[in-house]
């Protein structure tokens, strides 16, 4: 019998353990769960309503690689294109860098899209709406958004 599985919450290594809680807190708004900074096992669980969505691991050194197998981009999901701008005007204040500018659909003619965006290590990371965005350029013609960034 097969068993259906969902994600459940994502563990990220990162470089300064600080700068990243404060990054995700301020800009996709998670709550800290819990924390421990003393001794060289440091890390942050961060989450919503309770619940763990994201660890954060401070066990790096430099910046993320889109050139060796592993993960390709981080992406969340909000109800509302007016939900992705607001992240977007966080995320301007941060100075985070954008692989495009503003919100574009997922290619031409969809409903949904969003924004991509790098995170304080260069994890690639994408918000996005459902719907919405369907007056919104496409980059690259037809190619989806969220696969060549």
Known sequence: MA????PGHIGLNVTDLERSVSFYRRALGFDQLGVST???HRYAFLGSDGVLRLTLWQQSDGTFSAHTPGLHHLS???DTIEQVRAVEAVLKELGAPFAHDGVVAHREGAA??????????GIRLEVYAPSG???EP??????PTCGFF
């Open 138 to 143: 496409a980059p690259n013609g037809s190619a």
């Open 112 to 121: 949904s899209g969003g924004i991509f965006f790098s995170d304080p290590d």
């Open 3 to 6: 068993t259906t599985t969902a």
């Open 133 to 135: 965005a369907d007056a």
């Open 38 to 40: 003393a001794g060289e």
């Open 76 to 78: 969340f999901q909000v």
